[in-house]
Every structure is written in structure tokens, then in C-alpha cells.
């Protein structure tokens, strides 16, 4: 097989691959904004509770749902403290709606 074939059909399944994963992002993000409005800020475990999700793959979705609502500008991260272990910054690190 042609060596650019191969290329052109990796490119097109990396492509495919994003697209599938930011509309599941976007299911989520309609249902992490309104929870962000009424309750205020939130950590990434907390949000998996208030929506009732759990495991390693929930985390994801909403981690990819708060991303796709940063990146619109909806939503603002604070900060974590200098010196914070890794593993407990997702333990820290709030979420809230962003002041208009």
C-alpha cells in the first residue's frame, strides 16, 4: 500500500476520532453547566457525585465537558496551590461559572 494512502487514511481516523469525542464532551458540558450555575463553584469529584457518575471513564467526560465549556469561555478553573501533590489536584482545583 501506498505510503501517503496510509497517511491520508490515519489523518481522517484521527480526525474522526476527535470530532466523535468533543460531541460527547458537548452531552455533557449541557449537563455540567447548569449544575455549575445553581450550586456554584465544584471539583471534578463532586460534579461526578451531583450527576451520579463513577469510574475512570465518567472522570473523562466530565474532564472533556469542563474543557470544551473553558475553551468557550463559559467556565474558569482556579488556581491549586503551590506545592500540591499531583494526585490531589483534582481533589482542589474548582470550577465556576465565569462572571459576565
Do not use: C, H
Amino acid at each position: 500500500m501506498e505510503p501517503w494512502l496510509i497517511g491520508a487514511i490515519a489523518g481522517g481516523t484521527a480526525a474522526l476520532a476527535v470530532v466523535v469525542s468533543q460531541r460527547r464532551g458537548n452531552k455533557t458540558a449541557s449537563e455540567v453547566w447548569p449544575l455549575l450555575r445553581e450550586r456554584g463553584p465544584l471539583t471534578i469529584p463532586e460534579i461526578m457525585n451531583q450527576l451520579g457518575l463513577q469510574g475512570f471513564s465518567a472522570q473523562g467526560k466530565v474532564v472533556m465537558a469542563l474543557d470544551s465549556l473553558i475553551r468557550e469561555g463559559r467556565v474558569e478553573e482556579s488556581p491549586v496551590p503551590p506545592g500540591t501533590p499531583t494526585l490531589e489536584k483534582i481533589n482542589l482545583r474548582t470550577y465556576a461559572v465565569r462572571a459576565s
